[in-house]
């Protein structure tokens, strides 16, 4: 695996942006509502990164880990990749009010919804390279 620290870094930018772009599309705001939202929606995302660099290190570290992995890195994995799902999940619940403050209840659940299927998408493209923990070693 040669993913190198600037590969991910551009990988994550592109992803950022990508994210800005899509959610954009999707909300139907009016002149108003986005100038509110989306200085919130930055702040929000800004506070994502840091539990995304965690996964990202998480993933590192397996890679690199990946034909030497003993149970308790197995374990030590877990832990991590759960930690840092909670702390996104939390994140994204602390938000909820904030929006909802600029735009409707509806309006920020398809604003959530949106940004958890982007996540999802995310999650998906990395589980197809990401291989499954060889047993048999």
């Known amino acids: 695996n040669n993913i190198s620290d600037k590969d991910i870094e551009m990988l994550r930018a592109d992803l950022r942006s990508q994210r800005k772009q899509i959610m954009a599309l ?4 009016t002149t108003d509502e986005a100038t509110k939202f989306w ?3 930055d702040q929000y995302r800004r506070e994502a990164i840091k539990p995304n660099d965690e996964r990202w290190a998480v ?10 992995m003993t149970d308790a890195q197995a374990q030590d994995y877990i832990k991590r990749a759960n930690a840092v ?11 909820v009010p904030l929006f909802e403050k600029v735009i409707s209840p509806k309006k920020t659940a398809v604003c959530y919804q949106i940004d958890r299927r982007i996540d ?3 999650n998906l493209q990395l ?3 990401i291989p499954m923990v060889d047993v048999s070693k």
């Open 127 to 129: 589980s197809t390279v």
């Open 39 to 41: 200085p919130i929606f």
């Open 120 to 122: 999802l998408l995310i």
């Open 59 to 68: 993933i590192k570290d397996y890679a690199a880990n990946y034909d030497t």
């Open 26 to 29: 999707n909300m139907t705001l």
């Open 85 to 95: 799902d909670e702390q996104l999940l939390a994140l994204r619940m602390k938000y």
